[in-house]
């Protein structure tokens, strides 16, 4: 699942920025509502609990739990040919939400409802280091 020039990048901005750079650092950020103590992902301005405001950053614990998946068998474009069969899934984090990402460093037949996984991170560009789920 390494980087090929043509892969989709996701854009770094003000509420992204510290979530990529804990990527680059081997940390998988979550941001924590100050408030009502809701934690929530993707980065947001706001809490999608209260509204509040000042959200500050935690360091997930990396481990989950995959609530569903797909195996792609036909790549969407070239640059992601070399993957092909790869699983994309939904993983349940330990703290509560939910993320999208691959299920690597297992035969994508092997990966079931509900498998431990853990985050495992690949440096695809300066920028971006992917957040990737291994089994546990
Ligand atoms: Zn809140």
Redesign the pocket.
Known sequence: MSYKLGKHLPPVNGESAPYWEGCKQGELRLQQ??????IQFYPRLL??????RGLSWIAASGAGRVKSFTIVRRAVSEAYEPDVPYVIALIELAEGPTMMSNIVSCDPETVEMNMSVRVTFDPWTEEISMPLFEPA
């Open positions: 509502c100050p408030s009502c103590s809701h809490c999608t609990k209260c509204s509040g």
